[in-house]
Nanobody
Framework: QVQLVESGGGLVQAGGSLRLSCAASGSIFSINDMGWYRQPPGKQRELVARVRSVGTTRYADSVKGRFAISMDRDKKTVYLQMNSLKPEDTAVYYC???????????????WGQGTQVTVSS
């Protein structure tokens, strides 16, 4: 079995910072890429940022220059450093990973349980 466990959400004032972490566990062969999505209240889930195992990244336009994604391959962990937070960043943030393991040798998309980020004005 594979699990993604997120941490680091919380309440912060506008202009503040938070760092999210997501660790993958289980009998993992390799991880192709990892990312963060978010779902604001009453809206659809949207991409925030993704990072491939080779290091390439992509970001939603709304977070470019403020958020930074990184991955520690040895720890099977992805991080999202969020700076200059705005009230519109308020959402449940979900970790996502494309993971290869014995039960999915060609890879499978896994999701974390979500962590709440609330930015007050």
């Amino acid at each position: 079995q594979v699990q993604l466990v997120e941490s680091g959400g919380g309440l912060v004032q506008a202009g503040g910072s938070l760092r999210l972490s997501c660790a993958a566990s289980g009998s993992i062969f390799s991880i192709n890429d990892m990312g963060w999505y978010r779902q604001p209240p009453g809206k659809q889930r949207e991409l925030v940022a993704r990072v491939r195992s080779v290091g390439t990244t992509r970001y939603a336009d709304s977070v470019k220059g403020r958020f930074a994604i990184s991955m520690d391959r040895d720890k099977k962990t992805v991080y999202l450093q969020m700076n200059s937070l705005k009230p519109e960043d308020t959402a449940v943030y979900y970790c996502n990973a494309d993971i290869l393991w014995a039960g999915a040798p060609n890879g499978y998309d896994y999701w974390g349980q979500g962590t709440q980020v609330t930015v007050s004005s």
